[in-house]
């Protein structure tokens, strides 16, 4: 085991709440909870005694007598516990106090608190959870989104690391046969090898750009989908963000200080999670074009993932209108038509170089067509952009990038292979290929890595 300590921390938010957890991992949790734990009759309890996953009613108390607060204490022995060590769990009643008052007594009996992360960062050391479940732990923690959640959870469960624990065991026998071979070549032949390699640099090539190209869809579920809202100005961004973010909308967070001229919202619409980025903030100057802020509405364009063109439907189409939906041409979107509640100076017919874009009348003076533009946005993303089913979606920058570096050692492969180069130049590209996909379940990660992934991690997980 790594830490020989024990450490405690409380495990839930500082908000208010009517319960909270503190939690204690380590060889002594019982002993140092039994010191500070009484039943109902006050007599105490040695919980190292009790059954493990069983829980015990009772008081904390400084001393007999002297109680802190009334409690439900939670025995999980290991391995079967979060960190795979003795871990107890103390219900207190919520309150910033009361927790404190049971961690400082924690600590005046022996137990360290606990860095940020370091429940899991046991967890992982004690080779209960892999790096990439480690990390879905946070991304869980931090969704916004039903798919968010349910592809964390299944990152959670292990689908990263058993499918690269598969690719890492076709990659270690082909490593281990060329060795072999190179060092016996007597008994050994690396005839028809050359085929074998083949084969599986192929499976490995195609099985990794798989997993690359779900990511940018991994991207999409745990950030959301970026939706640049465009238009001349008074047409209606503002108004139609308002609209959108009716009071029973569910909205996520506001993110304040993006950038001056811009204001972003995520939005949940149905399972999926949106970034709504309104420029409507845009400077507006006398010089007509600047006026529009071309360059922050190309911007705002070239970085969506969706871009909503507003049209105002009272007013004739003018230069700065063509000037955005032909920014906007080849790029995902829908043509919003707004103040649908006006007399109508716009038709149709006028926009028929637009057409492969849905467009749909709007007002969002009183939300008429906001249901059909929802379901619109919804179905697209659920069943063309996500494409949210059983797979494997990389969310995690540094799995990303692991995988990018993974790929190309074996691309290299792949062109020596091709080239029909001697086999014993196979074996750099195979090791780098392993030792990289070893770091994405954290097998060949340095100290200092896995030390920066949980700092990051909130107090008391
Ligand atoms: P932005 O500059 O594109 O953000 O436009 P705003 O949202 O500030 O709207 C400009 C003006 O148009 C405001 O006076 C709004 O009240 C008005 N407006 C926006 N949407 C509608 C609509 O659907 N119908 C009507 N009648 N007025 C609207």
Not at 43 to 52: I, M
Not at 159 to 178: A, G, M, N, Q
Not at 329 to 357: F, W
Not at 440 to 459: L, N, S
């Amino acid at each position: 085991m790594f830490y020989q300590d024990t450490a405690a921390a409380i495990a839930t938010s500082s908000k208010d709440g009517s319960i909270s957890v503190i939690r204690v991992s380590g060889d002594r949790s019982c002993e140092i909870v039994s010191s500070i734990f009484f039943d109902k009759h006050m007599n105490p309890v040695t919980l190292s005694q009790c059954r493990t996953h069983t829980i015990r009613y009772g008081y904390i108390c400084e001393k007999e007598n002297d109680i802190i607060d009334e409690v439900l204490v939670l025995i999980m022995k290991g391995p079967k516990s979060y960190t795979a060590e003795d871990v107890i769990e103390i219900q207190c009643h919520g309150g910033y106090m009361i927790c404190q008052m049971i961690l400082e007594l924690l600590v005046r009996r022996g137990a360290r608190i606990a860095d940020p992360g370091e429940f899991t960062k046991r967890a992982f050391l004690n080779g209960r959870i892999d790096l990439s479940q480690a990390e879905s732990v946070m991304e869980l923690i931090q969704a916004k989104s039903d798919i968010a959640v349910k592809n964390s959870m299944s990152q959670l469960r292990g689908k990263i690391k058993k499918k690269i624990e598969e690719l890492r065991k076709v990659i270690l026998e082909d490593l281990s046969f060329l060795e072999a071979a190179l060092d016996d070549p007597e008994h050994i032949t690396l005839d028809n090898f050359s085929e074998t390699i083949r084969r599986h640099t192929q499976q490995l090539k195609e099985e990794l750009e798989h997993l690359l190209d779900n990511s940018q869809n991994g991207r999409l579920i745990k950030e959301g989908i970026r939706t640049a809202i465009v238009g001349k100005p008074n047409v209606g961004k503002s108004s139609f963000l308002n609209c959108i973010l009716r009071d029973d909308r569910a909205i996520v967070t506001d993110i304040p200080g993006t950038t001056r001229d811009t204001l972003e919202e995520e939005i949940k619409i149905g399972s999926t999670l949106f970034r709504f980025i309104d420029t409507a903030g845009i400077r507006e100057t006398e010089d007509v074009l600047e006026n529009l802020g071309i360059d922050k509405t190309k911007k705002a364009i070239e970085s969506a993932d969706f871009v909503i063109c507003l049209i105002d439907m009272s007013r004739e189409l003018e230069e700065e209108d063509f000037y955005v939906l032909e920014q906007a041409k080849n790029h995902p979107g829908i043509i919003l038509c707004n103040k649908s509640d006006l007399p109508a100076r716009v038709t149709m017919e006028q926009l028929p170089e637009y057409e492969n874009k849905k467009v749909i009348s709007f007002c969002a003076r009183t939300g008429e067509g906001l249901e059909q533009f929802e379901e619109y946005i919804h179905t697209l993303f659920l069943s063309d952009k996500i494409r949210y089913n059983d797979e494997i979606y990389i969310t995690n920058a540094r799995q990303k990038a692991l995988l990018i570096e993974a790929l190309e050692s074996i691309r290299q492969l792949w062109n020596s292979v091709e080239a029909g180069m001697p086999e014993d130049l196979y074996s750099i590209d195979l090791m780098n290929a392993y030792e990289t996909l070893g770091k994405m379940i954290g097998e060949t990660v340095e100290d200092d890595i896995v030390d920066k992934i949980f700092k990051d991690f909130c107090m008391g997980k």
